[in-house]
């Protein structure tokens, strides 16, 4: 196992330069990476701070600082210690400018904004909490999406990583037995997607979580031949209600998200409203 020391500075709270860097390093096997994150870096006294911490722990160095002084000063010193690094964006950053024919405004932090679209994520989280698990169902029809799938099928964690992008995401259960309610049978505003997973990776997935509770793993809940028949059940259900599914068994979150993200994108453009073309 090979030890690699990544230095993530960012004038920002150094989600992206963290996102990009994990993105890379995964692909990598036989690599212990130790992340030092170094966020709100703005002042050449913060830089020399992390300056003196890379040369504590030498190792690769990724950074998305827009001041061109605190750039320069970081790349000098890393020729100088002959480091290895990368300004993050500055390849996205030629192109978008090439493209677009302006420059680019040196903003840190602007994609975290207090802006129109910040506040429509905090409204899709709200929105999340207050809808998880079938909770007010008298509203469901004020949801973008709307997940159902038997229990411990990522429901609730896909809703909240969904909230993140905007999108007012609710979750209902589908439990034996108990009915669902009345307000999926006449919603066509919300985009109502099933949730699917393999039987044998569901009941681990809930005896793990009985166990993780303290509580006895082997009941009806987590009996194969009967979590095999909720899935079954499910299934039809989605068929006859003719609502999209996604099975989830080999998919991360972000995976399961970013289908859900597709589905709603393309009906989104099908209900919009056409333009006139020129001339008629």
């Avoid at 960012?10 to 860097?21: L, N, Q, R, W, Y």
């Avoid at 998305?64 to 320069?72: E, G, K, P």
């Avoid at 993780?212 to 793993?217: A, E, G, P, Y």
Wanted: net charge negative.
């Amino acid at each position: 196992m090979k030890n690699l020391h990544l230095h993530l500075v960012s004038d920002s709270t150094g989600e992206t330069v963290t996102s990009i860097a994990r993105a890379c390093v995964v692909q990598f096997e036989g690599v212990e990476v130790i992340d030092h994150l170094w966020s709100m870096v703005r002042t050449k006294a913060q830089l020399q701070t992390v300056l003196e911490e890379i040369e504590a722990e030498p190792g690769m160095v990724v950074f998305t600082l827009l001041d061109q002084s605190l750039r320069n000063e970081l790349e000098t010193y890393c020729t100088k210690m002959n480091l290895t690094c990368i300004a993050a964006l500055d390849t996205f950053m030629a192109a978008f400018r090439h493209y677009l024919g302006v420059s680019s405004q040196a903003r840190p932090g602007r994609q975290h904004a207090l802006d129109a679209e910040y506040f429509q994520r905090i409204d899709a989280l709200n929105f999340v909490m207050s809808h998880d698990d079938g909770q007010l169902p008298v509203d469901l029809d004020e949801a973008d999406v709307i997940l159902v799938g038997v229990s411990r099928t990522s429901k609730t964690p896909t809703c909240i990583y969904l909230a993140n992008r905007g999108i007012k995401a609710a979750n209902v259960p589908i439990v034996p037995g108990a009915p669902l309610p009345e307000q999926l049978t006449d919603n066509d505003r919300s985009l109502i997607i099933g949730l699917t997973e393999d039987a044998n990776r569901l009941v681990q997935i809930r005896r793990n979580r009985m166990r993780s509770l303290n509580q006895v793993d082997e009941t009806d809940y987590t009996d194969l031949d009967q979590v095999k028949a909720e899935i079954a059940a499910a299934r039809r259900l989605f068929n006859e209600r003719q609502w999209p599914t996604i099975d989830v068994t080999r998919r991360s979150i972000e995976e399961t998200a970013a289908a859900v993200i597709q589905l709603h994108s393309q009906r989104q453009r099908e209900r919009a409203p056409m333009q006139p073309v020129a001339g008629t």
